[in-house]
């Protein structure tokens, strides 16, 4: 729970575009093994969970083709946490999603170079896509 | 089951071209030309040896030093072979019949035999549309259908198809051949001609019956042959909304068999590892999850109806194959996590078949829940269709829905996971290289995969297969159980694999005849030569008649008697019907089934395989 808020946190601290990436990678990470997670047949959850994996993971790949994504994480720790499970609940991922879809969407406004625009346009269209899943609504 | 063409639908067509009752096409004819017969007929035998040559192509060679021992079915397709050979050379014109002036309308049996000759022409081009020929000449095969066309269920019931089709061009032609009639215009030589192809027709199809007395045709084969649809994409159907139980069905197995025929295209095309996109590997894993748990889901609706009708075994049936889409559903499930570690080298396009999979979810989805406009990334799902919104007859389609989809499943499987392993093998599958730890010095965001996570995707692909493949088979014997139109598919999947089919009692009726008592076959409805003559003067006294067709049996015999004792390689094929009497006898003979009665005619020269002749 801690580890989603300081990612929510650091997505909001404009430490410039590389670490902006570095955290959305990270994040996307942390959604794909929280949805994961949740992927359970017994509810009727079960296809939207399925598929907002698929946009977790989309996402993620999306922000690996930005330039300006550092080669190496800034933050190594992020990759054990995903690695751990993350124990997240469905409103903090909703809430995850809607964050990155909004800082990946003004990112992509305001980067100055074309790939790392695109990327971060496809990962914010993945952010949101994982929110309408999970709520029906658009962030 | 299905809007293409099938084999069957040929197959109609040619017996009922045949049929004098068949095609009443309103033109008088003034007669019958026997030249004309002898030309439609060598037509039809040119058809047939395309066939009969499909049969044997894969058979090994038959020399003089060499005489393989052959399965009863493969010995019969190299006599029917060697027969329809036989049967050409006596069609073949000797003096070329100069062609007439004017259009004239050819005989009604001339065009009896034309007809079924194009039907026939149509229904093996339509065979063939299941393979291709290589660079090398090698046929392969171009879709799921092309095993079970050459599995030896299959392989007998044509051979049945053709012999039949002997059976009745001969039995038309002779009567032509030894016709009084001034109707029938012909010399001497064409009688001949034409009444000794047709005892070779007779002999070919004496062959096939021996083959299946030895050996019988299912019912399972012939109903298989006659379900082979032309190898082409079915049509698509568009989900709109709110579609009656029966429509949904149509859609979703329309859907199921369009997945079948692209994933078919796409392994096919396996090698060329450029085409496989993560987009589609993704699209096709998740949308696979949510059928198969929609077919758990259906299972288990259809389950619940079947006990509440008071059918016990078949309820029983379903929760077992519910509970195994349910665990075809977790593998997929883990297929479609290890997808997502995944990345390939080309960009994110999406393959067709993974644009019908995810139709394919949707139409399973509208059965599976009680929501008309239910759709997968719609929220919640809701709750499942309540079993009484289906309506007893509605079932078999139901129960044939799900298994499609589950044969589907794992056509899908088996497909994405030879792509998978060739796009491994050209280095083209990929991982993001954070993903990889810190002694992976690569200054790209993306690196090949490592060989175990390409392993372990492969390994949740061929899970996938194995749970889908159970679920399949589970439904194949309810299919079979409850006679649903899928029931092909079982049948299909049995001939494949050389299990035992669901109904292996049951006999080709076309080869039901009753049994003497002394064991040899009872003579046909056909009246033999005194028999004819009794008819023909009218006389109607059943003691006469039965008289006279006991004669005709005995003078068989008698004939056969003295034939089989003779050497067969010391007279000419043509000496026993060289008068219109004794051809008579001879044919009657070939045409009781008595499987001794082939002696009367030479036995066909194995000394080497025919060559391959022209297309027709």
Redesign the interface.
């Known amino acids: 729970m801690s580890h989603v808020i300081s990612v929510r946190d650091r997505l909001h601290g404009g430490d410039g575009l590389p670490a902006l990436l570095d955290t959305a990678?990270a994040a996307f990470g942390l959604l794909?093994s929280a949805i994961?997670e949740h992927?359970d047949?017994a509810?009727?959850?079960?296809?939207?969970f399925?598929?907002a994996?698929?946009q977790?993971?989309?996402g993620?790949?999306a922000i690996?083709?930005a330039p300006s994504?550092p080669?190496?994480?800034l933050r190594?720790a992020d990759?054990i946490v995903n690695r751990r499970g993350s124990g997240i609940d469905v409103p903090d991922i909703v809430a995850l999603s809607r964050v990155l879809c909004q800082v990946l969407a003004q990112a992509a406004g305001a980067a100055p170079g074309r790939d790392d625009r695109l990327a971060c346009l496809h990962a914010a269209q993945s952010a949101a896509a994982i929110h309408?899943?999970?709520?029906?609504t658009d962030p | 089951m299905t809007s293409r063409a099938t084999f069957g639908d040929f197959l109609r067509l040619a017996h009922r071209g045949l049929d004098p009752g068949g095609h009443p096409d309103g033109t008088a004819t003034a007669g019958e030309n026997l030249e004309e017969i002898i030309r439609a007929l060598a037509r039809l035998v040119t058809v047939m040896r395309c066939y009969t040559r499909d049969l044997t192509a894969t058979l090994p060679e038959i020399t003089p030093r060499a005489q393989p021992v052959l399965s009863p079915c493969a010995d019969a397709c190299t006599q029917a072979h060697e027969a329809l050979a036989t049967v050409a050379r006596f069609l073949a014109l000797r003096d070329p019949v100069p062609r007439p002036t004017a259009i004239t309308q050819p005989s009604a049996q001339a065009r009896r035999l034309e007809r079924a000759a194009a039907s026939l022409r149509m229904g093996r081009d339509l065979l063939h549309t299941h393979f291709s020929v290589d660079t090398e000449g090698v046929r392969r095969p171009r879709s799921e259908w092309a095993p079970a066309i050459t599995s030896e269920p299959v392989t007998r019931a044509l051979l049945t198809e053709i012999a039949r089709i002997a059976r009745q061009a001969a039995d038309q032609c002779s009567a032509l051949a030894l016709s009084q009639s001034a109707n029938v215009a012909g010399d001497g030589q064409a009688r001949r001609r034409l009444n000794a192809a047709c005892q070779w027709l007779w002999m070919l199809e004496a062959s096939a019956r021996a083959a299946h007395q030895r050996a019988p045709t299912s019912s399972g084969g012939t109903e298989l042959l006659s379900a082979i649809p032309v190898n082409t994409l079915p049509p698509r159907c568009v989900v709109r909304g709110g579609e009656p139980v029966t429509v949904l069905c149509e859609g979703a197995i329309s859907s199921a068999e369009r997945v079948r025929h692209l994933a078919w295209m796409a392994a096919d095309r396996a090698a060329a590892s450029q085409n496989l996109t993560v987009a589609s590997l993704r699209q096709v894993a998740e949308h696979s999850t949510v059928t198969s748990h929609n077919c758990a889901s259906l299972l288990g609706i259809l389950a619940a109806c079947m006990a509440q009708a008071g059918h016990a075994e078949a309820s029983s049936r379903l929760t077992t194959a519910a509970e195994e889409a349910s665990q075809a559903r977790d593998t997929w499930l883990r297929a479609a996590r290890e997808v997502t570690r995944i990345r390939t080298a080309t960009p994110d396009l999406v393959s067709p078949a993974a644009i019908e999979a995810a139709e394919l979810t949707l139409w399973t989805g509208r059965l599976a829940y009680a929501d008309p406009d239910w759709s997968p990334s719609h929220g919640p799902a809701g709750a499942l269709r309540p079993p009484e919104t289906l309506a007893m007859e509605d079932l078999p389609q139901v129960i044939a829905v799900a298994h499609h989809a589950c044969e589907t499943l794992t056509s899908l499987a088996c497909a994405e996971h030879d792509q998978v392993r060739a796009a491994a093998i050209a280095g083209r599958i990929l991982v993001p290289t954070r993903s990889l730890p810190d002694d992976y010095d690569i200054p790209y965001p993306f690196a090949r995969a490592p060989r175990e996570r390409v392993v372990s995707l492969l390994k949740s692909y061929a899970e996938s297969a194995r749970a889908s493949r159970r679920t399949a088979d589970t439904l194949g014997g309810v299919a079979a159980m409850a006679h649903t139109p899928s029931r092909t598919l079982a049948l299909a999947r049995s001939a494949v694999t050389g299990q035992a089919e669901h109904h292996p009692d049951v006999t080709d009726p076309a080869w039901q005849q009753p049994a003497e008592a002394d064991g040899q076959v009872a003579a046909t409805a056909m009246p033999g030569p005194v028999q004819t003559i009794l008819l023909d003067l009218g006389v109607n006294d059943v003691a006469l008649l039965t008289r006279s067709a006991e004669l005709d049996r005995e003078a068989e015999r008698l004939i056969i008697d003295a034939v089989t004792a003779a050497d067969p390689h010391k007279r000419p094929a043509r000496e026993l019907s060289r008068s219109t009497g004794t051809a008579a006898l001879v044919n009657h003979a070939l045409q009781s089934g008595d499987p001794r009665a082939v002696t009367l005619l030479r036995p066909p020269v194995r000394a080497q395989r025919e060559p391959p002749e022209r297309e027709p």
Do not use: K
Not at chain 1, 43 to 48: E, I, R, V, Y
Not at chain 1, 132 to 136: A, I, Q, S
């Open positions: 990678y794909l994961e992927e047949p509810t009727g959850m079960f296809a939207p399925v598929f994996a698929t977790a993971a989309n993620r790949d690996l083709f994504l080669a190496r994480p190594p990759a309408r899943l999970l709520t029906g």
